[in-house]
């Protein structure tokens, strides 16, 4: 037994030694988080490794173009198979609506679950001091090394870690202005310094951005730019479950001595190891705030910590208000908020689901002509003027055939011949329409307007429309 | 030596008032000298880079030699450069040339809105739906002919039709019955149409002359369109059209637009634009 309180108290030692120096991170100063295994560590790579998306997506092909492309200049987004034209921009209202649900849903379960394992600034600024342990070694060194004046050996680790982290941003700012332009030829205009001056400032503004919001800014965007941070804040609840210290178990906390907790003591053998890890540098036994990304790193930490001292897991584990002071827990399918975050989810997708099984060869306008509203022609007949917008959303030319139907005698000039549309183009035709008068039993008469494809007779658009005629007498 | 009303210990300028009220010399905020010294540096960039000070009969230049008149000028000319694709196949092919093509008359009908607006719109309507006293252009039915020919024809020479006044020829109850006969559509139905000469104009069935600017007196459309049509028809009769023996003659004339007014393309573009309005022949 006494060989465990031992060697308990010994590893506790170790982490009392270096104990004084976590305190800085819960001050205003840099913070220099130590960086340990575990299984939320291990998590967080697989959910930050989903932004190789970002970086590998815009190289993937798709018959002869790339496969996601969002052609600004040409106002056309592809994904894949499909095209999105600016007429189908309901779409992207919609996945905007159900990415800020799916924040909103996730948020209200589990915290933010997006700070913590997916957002940019939190996965750049993780790998950007990644890069600055490789360089510059553990935390300790690399507090004594921004104090250190500046001579030749702090200028060369200086110089490799921002070559590096100037890699990173490049490619950053590349892959990113990659989505929107042909991403061979993006590189290869780079390459020869032939890239326009739209590519060259977004390359720039990426840079630039990425290298000081990754490398110096940090948590400090957390705390004091970022939006999200505080929206997502006001979205707890007492059932929320987030990274928490068990208070109940943990207080009054004291050092371990002899390998035992003093009698009256909880469980925290106030080790700072929460506060060392910490990205953000807060300390976690002092409640939920608004510093906490809840990126679970403490937890890794504190399990750690307690299997050395042979105590149970989760003294700080993922658990809601309601969990730690007693009161009964609910799962989250059984609460308002989450269901009602997640059907207006579903109706998001079904909305987004059905404009892509929806989204139609062509489309069809017409614009009646206003002044005047109608003619009256020397036989006596009425004739109105429209302007016909017909657009192709098909990747070839097609040929369709404009037929109208409406009053009796109706008489459609202008449409003798098939019209040749371009691939994702808009094309504009006049027509007018001739009606005996003494068909027109009323001065606003339905009209339909029929577009078909000469060689898909299924491929057909309508348009209901009026016809005007003069009040009859 | 702190006090409250000096938490900073800033310097005294050592002018009191009112026994207790000092003037300390406190420095403005740093963000605020900050603010204020890039508005003056922004404000000589700007005169560097951007005309700016006056002088006397002239002003500074600024660095690039940017003006507004020259960016309107620039842009201007990106535009024209934009529509010379079709503008400069106009000036070599004829109204019904360009009638025929399919891609230039789309051209033409929608850029010549602001031509008709500026020349036609005034009398005939920004659609060509007409005003009393002035014709329709929008319908099928044309005084002088609605080729696009004789369209072009009529906006070059303008139109000056004439119908003598017949009011000393006629009584009141001939001119009535005239004027019943033409409102019904039939006017050959009353022998005064050959008695008087009507038909020399206006042919034995009374369907107009569009050698003359005669209209067509058995169709829908009334060049003098009014509520009251007949008595209209019977002020025509009675009046004639730009007669110069009576003073009470309808006015009709429609101005010459060739020579100086237009230059030609602007005429075949107008031509073209009218015939498309709806009735073209």
């Known amino acids: 037994m006494s060989d465990t309180a031992d060697s308990q108290q010994k590893h506790a030692d170790e982490l009392y030694a270096e104990e004084g120096v976590w305190h800085v991170n819960v001050d205003a100063g840099t913070v220099f988080a130590k960086r340990i295994p575990g299984k939320y560590r291990t998590i967080k790579w697989f959910t930050m490794s989903t932004w190789l998306i970002f970086f590998l997506g815009p190289y993937l092909r798709w018959g002869d173009r790339q496969a996601v492309l969002l052609d600004i200049p040409a106002r056309q987004f592809h994904i894949f198979d499909i095209t999105i034209l600016p007429q189908d921009v309901w779409l992207l209202s919609l996945t905007l609506l159900f990415f800020a649900i799916l924040l909103a849903v996730v948020t209200s379960i589990a915290g933010r679950v997006f700070c913590g394992y997916f957002c940019f600034q939190t996965v750049w600024t993780d790998i950007f001091t990644l890069i600055e342990e490789k360089i510059e070694g553990n935390p300790s060194k690399r507090r004594k090394l921004k104090d250190a004046p500046l001579d030749a050996h702090k200028l060369r680790l200086r110089a490799t870690k921002y070559f590096f982290w100037l890699i990173i941003s490049m490619l950053t700012g590349i892959s990113f202005a990659a989505w929107f332009t042909d991403a061979y030829e993006l590189w290869q205009s780079y390459l020869t310094l032939s890239a326009s001056s739209v590519a060259w400032i977004v390359l720039g503004l990426f840079t630039a951005g990425t290298f000081i919001l990754a490398g110096f800014m940090r948590e400090q965007v957390c705390f004091w730019l970022c939006p999200y941070a505080r929206i997502q804040g006001v979205m707890y609840d007492r059932e929320t479950i987030l990274p928490t210290y068990d208070f109940n178990r943990g207080e009054p906390r004291g050092k371990l001595k002899k390998g035992e907790t003093e009698a009256g003591n909880g469980d925290c053998i106030d080790c700072h190891q929460c506060v060392a890890v910490c990205p953000t540098g807060i300390d976690i036994r002092d409640g939920q705030q608004e510093g906490c990304i809840t990126c679970s790193l403490c937890l890794d930490a504190c399990d750690a910590v307690m299997d050395k001292i042979g105590k149970p897991h989760g003294l700080i584990r993922y658990a809601s208000l309601d969990e730690i002071e007693g009161h009964p827990t609910k799962p989250f399918w059984k609460r308002a908020r989450p269901l009602v975050y997640l059907s207006i989810m579903v109706i998001a997708a079904a909305g987004i689901l059905y404009g892509l099984t929806h989204l139609g060869s062509m489309e069809l306008k017409v614009i009646h002509e206003r002044s005047p509203l109608f003619v009256q022609l020397s036989d006596g007949s009425i004739q109105n003027r429209f302007d016909i917008k017909i657009l192709n959303k098909q990747d070839k030319q097609i040929r369709v055939w404009l037929t109208a139907e409406g009053p009796e005698g109706l008489e459609l000039i202008g449409a003798d011949e098939p019209l040749d549309v371009d691939s994702g183009k808009l094309r504009s035709h006049i027509v007018y329409i001739k009606v005996p008068r003494q068909n027109l039993l009323q001065s606003r008469t339905p009209l339909t307007f029929v577009v078909s494809n000469v060689n898909d007779p299924k491929d057909v658009v309508r348009y209901e429309g009026a016809f005007f005629s003069p009040r009859r007498q | ?281």
């Not at chain 2, 700007?46 to 006056?54: D, H, K, Q, S, T």
């Not at chain 2, 201007?76 to 399919?102: F, H, V």
């Not at chain 2, 005239?178 to 009374?206: I, R």
């Open chain 2, 1 to 281: 030596m702190s006090d409250k009303s000096n938490p900073y210990d800033a310097p005294d300028t050592g002018h009191v008032w009112d026994e207790s009220l000092r003037e300390l010399t406190n420095q403005p905020p740093k963000w605020w000298m900050l603010g204020f010294h890039v508005s003056w540096i922004l404000v000589l960039a700007y005169g560097l880079i951007y005309p700016m000070w006056p002088m006397v009969n002239t002003h500074t230049k600024g660095m690039t030699g940017w003006t507004s008149i020259k960016e309107y000028k620039e842009d201007l000319q990106a535009i024209e450069a934009k529509r010379a694709k079709y503008e400069d196949q106009l000036p070599g092919k004829s109204a019904a040339a360009i009638l025929a093509d399919d891609e230039l008359s789309n051209y033409v009908v929608r850029s010549a809105k602001v031509l008709f607006g500026d020349n036609c719109a005034a009398c005939h309507g920004t659609g060509g739906q007409g005003n009393p006293g002035f014709p329709v252009l929008a319908d099928d039915d044309w005084l002088f002919g609605g080729s696009i020919d004789k369209i072009e024809e009529s906006i070059i020479n303008g139109r000056n039709g004439m119908m003598p006044a017949h009011g000393n020829q006629l009584s009141d109850t001939e001119a009535n019955e005239l004027a019943d006969a033409v409102a019904a559509g039939n006017p050959s139905s009353t022998p005064l149409f050959q008695q008087k000469g009507c038909f020399a104009c206006h042919g034995m069935e009374g369907t107009g002359n569009p050698m003359l600017g005669a209209p067509d007196l058995t169709d829908s459309i009334w060049r003098f369109a009014a509520k009251d049509q007949r008595e209209s028809i019977k002020y025509t009769i009675v009046h004639g059209v730009n007669d110069p023996q009576d003073p009470q003659t309808r006015p009709a004339e429609m101005p010459k637009f060739g020579g100086t007014k237009l230059n030609d393309t602007d005429i075949k573009k107008l031509a073209v634009y009218v015939h498309k309005l709806g009735g073209g022949q």
